[in-house]
Every structure is written in C-alpha cells, then in structure tokens.
C-alpha cells in the first residue's frame, strides 16, 4: 500500500523559509527501475490545486513559474523522502500542501496525472 505523509508546515512570518517533507512507503520499493514522478502541489481556501515543483527519478525538477526563484525539490531515495524548501516566503503562499506521486512520467505539475497524494501539511505566512 502507497502512503505519503507530509510534514513541515507552519505558521511563518513573511520572508521566512521552510523546508517540507514526505515521507513516501510501499511506492519506490514498486518502481522495478522504472521511471516515476513526484511533486508538490498546494490548495488554498477558495482557489483552485496548482502545481508547485516536481522531480522525477532522474533528477530532472519543474517549478511553477511564479515561484521558481523561491523554490528547490529534492528526494532521498535512502530515506524514501520528498523535500520542498521555499523561502521568501509570501501571505500569498498560505495553502495545504500536498505531495503526490505517479509510476512512469517525467516532471510534470498536472495533477491528474498523479496517483497517489498524501493528506496535506498547512503553511501559513503572515505579514
């Protein structure tokens, strides 16, 4: 069974960073060298899921263009973990984030192209 689990969120000031993570099980053990994707994505109240980063198993990354300059993904396949460090952070960030994950793609921040998501982890920045 996939779980993905995320962690990190918080209630920051604006112009401060965090660090996700998401602990990923049952999902790359799967993979039999084949190629995967994985990505965050964020909610925020009354607005559509967008995209925010994505890497695949080659390393290859995709950033939203809004928030590429304040952002890096990176995995730890060691430690079957997803991380988004974002700084510079913006009231406008405030969102639910999400993991997700899929088997055979490249980086992509299409959503339904996901099949595995974990539950969320709230950021909140205050100005």
């Known amino acids: 069974q996939v779980q993905l689990v995320e962690s990190g969120g918080a209630s920051v000031q604006a112009g401060g960073s965090l660090r996700l993570s998401c602990v990923v099980s049952g999902f790359l053990d799967l993979t039999n060298g084949g190629s995967y994707c994985m990505a965050w994505f964020r909610q925020a109240p009354g607005k559509e899921r967008e995209g925010v980063a994505s890497?695949?198993?080659?390393?290859?990354?995709t950033y939203a263009d809004s928030m590429k300059d304040r952002l890096t993904i990176s995995k730890d396949n060691a430690n079957n973990t997803l991380y988004l460090w974002m700084s510079s952070l913006k009231p406008e960030d405030t969102a639910m984030y999400y993991c997700?994950?899929?088997?055979?793609?490249?980086?992509?921040?299409?959503?339904?192209?996901?099949?595995?998501w974990g539950r969320g982890t709230q950021v909140t920045v205050s100005s």
């Open positions: 997700a994950a899929r088997y055979f793609c490249g980086p992509t921040l299409i959503g339904s192209r996901y099949n595995f």
């Open positions: 890497i695949s198993s080659d390393d290859r990354t």
